[in-house]
């Protein structure tokens, strides 16, 4: 963590135009060392600005809230503070230059992909706070008190956590905390919570692997996949197998960012044998899945709608509408096999039938005038415009209806 600090101080002495000592005062010149020897005798914390040269936001910032008279009261009583500039600029001295391989360790280490960032941390170096981008004088303000604030809070449970003092309780409250300060260490306090626990079917045990789970989402599919009758007891039927396909599914795509990135088509018998558990009895689903995941991401309309009909046709109570109308979108644009674009109207058919939404009816009727079927297609464009409550979506069917009779190839222009 000093270490980490120690890059973010030596980093905050740019020459760049928005170093400026009108408003707050930015430090300067000083190591991490003596920062935190400061911080500690004036019993104040640590406020970070943490942006880039051509961030009209972070400007914004430094021009008008930062000259505040009420804010540069507030951080220059309560916080000693620092500016850290994240991006290279063709103006950076030589100095500056030689700390750019420091700039992506800090922009992983704090998950750094909005500018600007706000970083608080307690006078001995603890991060107990962020917030992102710009803001008004009232609600800098506000964030810098909620950081003051929890420094009693956040700092006292790591503490409790290194010197082995923790609570259960404690140690929950420890994994919310770092989740919501997005603290590196919150794979960590998550797992070392969940393993105090014989039950994460409780009520409470449930929402928190909702919400906090993501960071330790192997250790939760287990859970879930050893537990699938408690789970469904208390998120409701079905639940459980919805989780562990998509998750599953999940896990072979991010094995295949390299074919994404190429478009380059996977062995998936390989696939399926690496990143799948052996005789699972979701595999094909999870599978199946994956493959559609992969082919929306790759924008390949054939093999999307090949699988989507075979994924409906296979696990239709699993097809919520929401993915329907992702795979039939895609479809639409990308699809150009007739006979396939043919087959995937039962999607759109079993939408209609059940939510009768002028928006199906629209995504229907330009799959029907991509095959050439001009006036069924204008004729339920028609009825999407009758059905449709809304002068914004009507304007746009009655724009699709016009550009149908022109004979356009909407599809190419979506």
């Not at 795509?253 to 696939?271: M, R, Y």
Request: proline share 1%; hydrophobic share 35%; aromatic share 12%.
């Amino acid at each position: 963590m000093k270490d980490i600090l120690v890059i973010i101080l030596s980093l905050s002495f740019s020459t760049s135009s928005l170093a400026q000592d009108i408003g707050i005062r930015f430090v300067h010149g000083s190591s991490w060392k003596e920062i935190v020897a400061k911080a500690t005798k004036e019993n104040k914390y640590i406020f970070v600005d943490c942006y880039t040269t051509w961030c009209g936001p972070c400007r914004q910032m430094a021009k008008n809230v930062f000259t505040k008279k009420e804010v540069a009261e507030f951080y220059n009583s309560k916080f000693i503070c620092v500016k850290a500039q994240i991006d290279q600029s063709k103006y950076d001295d030589t100095e500056t230059k030689a700390r750019y391989t420091d700039l992506v360790t800090i922009i992983n280490t704090y998950s750094i992909t909005l500018y600007p960032t706000f970083l608080f941390f307690t006078p001995n170096g603890i991060l107990i706070n962020r917030s992102t981008g710009s803001c008004s004088a009232s609600d800098l303000i506000s964030d810098g008190k909620k950081a003051l604030k929890s420094e009693n809070e956040f700092p006292t449970l790591q503490e409790k956590y290194l010197t082995g003092k923790s609570s259960v309780s404690s140690l929950k409250e420890l994994a919310i905390k770092a989740h919501e300060n997005n603290d590196i260490h919150k794979q960590q306090y998550t797992l070392a919570y969940i393993r105090t626990q014989k039950n994460m079917f409780t009520k409470d045990n449930f929402y928190f692997m909702q919400h906090y789970g993501e960071a330790v989402k192997d250790t939760v599919l287990e859970i879930i996949t050893s537990n699938e009758v408690l789970c469904d007891k208390v998120a409701g039927y079905g639940y459980s197998k919805i989780f562990i396909v998509s998750n599953l599914a999940m896990k072979i795509i991010d094995t295949l960012k390299n074919n994404i990135d190429i478009k380059q088509e996977p062995d998936w018998n390989t696939v399926s044998s690496t990143c799948l558990p052996k005789n699972y009895k979701y595999n094909s689903q999870a599978l199946l899945f994956a493959k559609l995941l992969y082919y929306e991401k790759t924008e390949k309309g054939n093999e999307l709608a090949r699988n989507a009909i075979a994924y409906y046709n296979d696990f239709k109570d699993d097809c919520y509408s929401i993915l329907l109308r992702n795979w039939i979108w895609k479809i639409y644009l990308f699809a150009t096999d007739t006979m396939l674009l043919q087959k995937s109207t039962v999607l759109c058919t079993a939408l209609i039938d059940k939510y009768y939404s002028s928006s199906d009816m629209d995504t229907y009727a330009l799959i029907l005038y991509k095959l050439g079927k001009v006036d069924e297609a204008i004729e339920l464009e028609t009825k999407a415009v009758n059905n449709s409550t809304k002068d914004e979506e009507n304007a746009r069917f009655l724009d699709t209806i016009k550009r149908m009779k022109a004979g356009e190839k909407i599809w190419e222009h979506k």
